[in-house]
């Protein structure tokens, strides 16, 4: 089984809008909803952002949020903020109890 | 509030086993749930280990199958990490994080402790 492909970066300007990809097969990403997304800022754990596709854990801002089509999900962060410039990770189960996480996209605010 | 602190050496040699132990509070392992190995290289993404449950049943990662084996201790609410035969590139940050069995995502995590492989 091979990792997800993810853009390694993407960057928006502060109040704009980016959309960063995560793309499996029709064994993980397009054969079950169960893709999540993580935040990851340097030298921390990494935080839930979305699970199941679309859902956002309590706490989590609005700004953020999930889709899948096929066997591709996104994370689109709307409204970019400093504090979002981080590393960001999908993960989707892979059947067999397997579970693969994606490559990393670095998210830059301009 | 669910808590998971790693433990164990720093450093192992190479070809010696690397052994972690995760320790959880805020919540009894008994009580469900999934718990899950994760690492990351320095400056790499993030690849799943493995996973247990309270019960003692495992599922392991294919590449890493051959050489892991995790076991849980319900007594001290602890789950733990064997892996054998290590080199340079299991140098890694490990994580322990809780897994929930009906979406497989990670609400919660430790923080992660580095072990590098050398002799």
């Known amino acids: 089984q091979s990792a997800l492909t993810q853009p390694p970066s993407a960057s928006g300007s502060p109040g704009q809008s980016v959309t960063i990809s995560c793309t499996g097969t029709s064994r993980d990403v397009g054969g079950y909803d169960y893709v999540s997304w993580y935040q990851q800022h340097p030298g921390k754990a990494p935080k839930l952002l979305i699970f199941?596709?679309?859902k956002r854990p309590s706490g989590v801002p609005d700004r953020f949020s999930g889709s899948k089509s096929g066997n591709t999900a996104s994370l689109t962060v709307s409204g970019l903020q400093a504090e979002d410039e981080a590393d960001y990770y999908c993960s989707s189960y892979a059947g067999f109890n397997n579970l693969l996480f994606g490559g990393g996209t670095k998210l830059a605010v301009l | 509030q669910v808590q998971l602190q790693e433990s164990g050496p720093g450093l192992v040699k190479p070809s010696e086993t690397l052994s972690l132990t995760c320790t959880v509070s805020?919540?009894?392992?008994?009580?469900?749930?999934?718990w899950d190995w994760i690492r990351q290289p320095p400056g790499r993404g993030l690849e799943w280990i493995g996973t247990i449950y309270h019960t003692g049943s495992t599922y392991y990662n294919p590449s890493l199958k051959s050489r892991v084996t995790m076991s849980v201790d319900t007594s001290k609410n602890q789950y733990s990490l064997n892996l054998r035969f290590v080199t340079a590139t299991d140098t890694a940050v490990y994580y322990c994080?809780?897994?929930?069995?009906?979406?497989?995502?990670?609400?919660?995590w430790g923080q992660g402790t580095l072990v590098t492989v050398s002799p």
């Open positions: 199941e596709v679309t």
């Open positions: 805020g919540y009894s392992i008994s009580s469900g749930y999934y």
């Open positions: 994080a809780r897994d929930y069995p009906g979406g497989r995502h990670h609400e919660y």
